[in-house]
């Protein structure tokens, strides 16, 4: 025999189905269950069988007995039966009771015998209750080992992405991972422009919700952002809801440098649960709302990407100051060989274009542009004599000349942030066939930075006047180039060379020397303040 509760939720109801099973197995008999209170009221709809159920005995037989909370109550009826209610616990708050008549039995064994049984039952419902437990820990768990590893994507997305990469690069891999965790059916990352939201932006998901409404979301809700992320789960409570068409919930965070908020991360609209499947629990306040969970992954994951935003800042700053002490390098060349100013600046633009026609990245083109502008250094510690020398060199003098990479190479090997750079100082007049200095390297041992400068170089030291000549027509460069192919210079750079040389010859032809600010000499009255 078995019983069909359909007033009981599903955990309520497991229970009953197991305790109408021990009751029959012990006392033979069918039992009522009753949810005890006002207006009782059986929680079985039928039971099938051949059992036959008798509704003689009613739960208010058992009202006055005294201890009926927590152990069985026995009354001995007519026709030597007994009448048996037990107590099984509470559901929603009132007590739930099973009632019997037992034939054939002892008031005193019928009551020890139920006391066994409850328990037993007791027993059972700790073990559902652990049951529950365990459930939920397996449920919280697995949730848990999904958002790290949500969080551990995302800085794995972090570490991949060097610094050369924006901050908008990198949500745009992010927010992707976001979405689904925090359920939201809309993801925005919006940058601040002028103390307002800008409608540049990253969408991710629904486009129920257009891009003006989203921005009136954040100059709606930012000032209510003081410290924790906005959770509004009720938008359409709001005063100005109208303004907000089809916007149900939403979590609001800003991504900061120092206290300056440039970017403002959104998400609208939980996705809604499917329905409950028949006799599970349905929790209509939780499950489509925003909590601290779906608010804290937003706030870590704002936080990453203004720390890379920061990261990113930082990095422009030093590579500003670098760039600055190799500009105050290179002007101490220029002051110091006249014939030269500008000769530097002009090989590293030209190195650069040559980089770029050899598809090199834009990492790699601005390395080899400080390259180009650095590729003389050496020439510092050159005497003069031998620098503006009008004749030609002795031996002597250019066994002294042949000393500049080193000299370079020394200068520069103390600054960390200038290595990528050394090899190309180092080596750029190198020959392709082996014949150059100061290492007599050949082929690919020349590093290619060296290679590239090694081209640039010789086309504006031929093109400009010097001392002892002036600059060689363009054709006559052009024909050292080609006769020098293969054996002075690489092929490959050279044949990117010609490739863009009329864009080389406009950037050559059009350059001017930078003009450098020149101290004013303070007046006396300044002097004297």
Request: proline share 6%.
């Amino acid at each position: 025999m078995s019983a069909t509760f359909v007033s009981a939720d599903g955990v309520l109801a497991n229970f009953l189905d197991g305790a109408d099973l021990l009751l029959q197995e012990t006392f033979g008999v069918g039992f009522d269950f009753w949810r005890m209170g006002e207006g009782e009221s059986p929680l079985f709809v039928e039971r099938t069988g051949n059992a036959v159920r008798h509704r003689e005995l009613r739960p208010e037989q058992f009202a006055g007995e005294p201890g009926l909370s927590s152990q069985a109550a026995v009354i001995e009826g007519s026709g030597g039966k007994c009448l048996l209610g037990l107590p099984l616990g509470r559901s929603a708050g009132q007590p739930i009771l099973a009632t019997a008549a037992i034939a054939g039995e002892k008031p005193e064994s019928v009551r020890r015998l139920a006391r066994l049984v409850a328990g037993q039952l007791h027993l059972l419902q700790q073990l559902q209750r652990c049951r529950e437990e365990l459930s939920c820990c397996a449920d919280q768990i697995g949730t848990n080992f999904e958002e790290l590893t949500f969080l551990r994507r995302v800085s794995d997305q972090l570490e991949m992405a060097d610094l050369s990469r924006e901050t908008w690069q990198v949500a745009e891999a992010v927010l992707p991972l976001l979405a689904p965790m925090i359920k939201a059916e809309t993801l925005v990352l919006m940058a601040e422009t002028q103390g307002a939201a800008s409608a540049a932006m990253i969408w991710i998901g629904s486009r129920e919700i257009d891009v003006e409404t989203c921005r009136r979301l954040v100059e709606r809700f930012r000032g209510q952002q003081s410290g924790p992320p906005v959770v509004n789960n009720h938008v359409e409570n709001d005063p100005q809801a109208g303004l907000f068409p089809g916007v149900r919930s939403l979590l609001l965070v800003p991504l900061l440098k120092g206290e300056q908020v440039f970017a403002w991360l959104l998400a609208v609209n939980r996705q809604r649960p499917p329905d409950p499947a028949p006799g599970m629990p349905y929790f209509p306040l939780s499950s489509h709302e925003y909590g601290s969970v779906e608010a804290g992954l937003m706030k870590s994951v704002a936080s990453m990407l203004a720390t890379h935003a920061k990261n990113i800042e930082l990095f422009r700053e030093k590579e500003q100051l670098l760039v600055g002490i190799v500009r105050s390098m290179v002007s101490a060349i220029d002051a110091k060989d006249p014939y030269t100013c500008g000769h530097s600046e002009r090989v590293a633009i030209v190195a650069r274009r040559i980089a770029e026609q050899m598809q090199l990245d834009e990492h790699e083109r601005e390395r080899i542009y400080l390259t180009g502008l650095l590729h003389d250094i050496g020439n510092i510690g050159i005497s003069d004599a031998i620098l503006h020398k009008p004749g030609k060199l002795t031996e002597e003098e250019f066994a002294v000349i042949q000393r500049h990479p080193d000299q370079g190479w020394s200068i520069l090997q103390e600054l960390h942030q200038l290595h990528y750079e050394l090899p190309g100082v180092l080596h750029h007049h190198e020959n392709f066939n082996g014949t150059g200095y100061p290492d007599r390297l050949a082929g690919d041992e020349i590093p290619l930075p060296a290679r590239i400068v090694a081209v640039a170089d010789s086309f504006d030291a031929m093109s400009s006047d010097r001392p002892y000549r002036k600059g060689m027509a363009l054709a006559r460069v052009l024909e050292i180039f080609q006769s020098g192919n293969g054996t002075q210079w690489d092929p490959r750079v050279l044949e990117a060379f010609f490739q863009a040389l009329p864009e080389i010859l406009s950037l050559w032809t059009s350059y001017q020397p930078r003009i450098t600010d020149r101290r004013k000499p303070e007046n006396a009255a300044q002097l004297q303040a």
